[in-house]
């Protein structure tokens, strides 16, 4: 039996923007100056996120009942807060915006075979997988 195999990709984008009210700062609070916010205060908070993600691979039979997965994919993904009506104490305007960017790549080899064992029992499959990250 000759191997069939077939080449596939696939990849994902999204983009979005959230904002939401937190939970009232009273004036005396320890994160409160009251020159600031005499009367204490609501922050709100925006999250802007974007992210991506490509993958690709070759999957097929190669011969004895053996199904392969051989893929690989690459993501990042990068988030940003943003605090309207808000304020750090502990780091003034030194704060930091941005809060998160990473990259996330991802290998992975995938392989399946169905076993006879009989005819009083069900075929079965066997399946073995490995994958690497790196963070």
Do not use: C
């Amino acid at each position: 039996m000759a191997a069939t195999l077939e080449l596939y990709s696939f990849g994902t984008y999204s983009k979005r923007h959230a904002a939401g009210w937190l939970t009232y700062r009273n004036p005396a609070a320890l994160n409160n100056i009251l020159g600031i916010y005499p009367e204490g205060y609501i922050p709100r908070i925006h999250v802007y996120d974007e992210d991506f993600q490509v993958a690709g691979g070759l999957r097929g039979k190669i011969g004895g009942g053996i199904h392969v997965d051989l893929s690989t994919s690459y993501a990042q993904d990068e988030v940003k807060y943003a605090q309207t009506t808000s304020l750090n104490p502990s780091m003034g305007p030194a704060s930091p915006d941005p809060f998160l960017s990473r990259q996330d790549p991802l290998r992975r080899m995938d392989q399946q075979s169905r076993l006879q064992q009989g005819a009083r029992y069900r075929p079965r499959r066997a399946a073995v997988g490995r994958g690497r990250r790196r963070i």
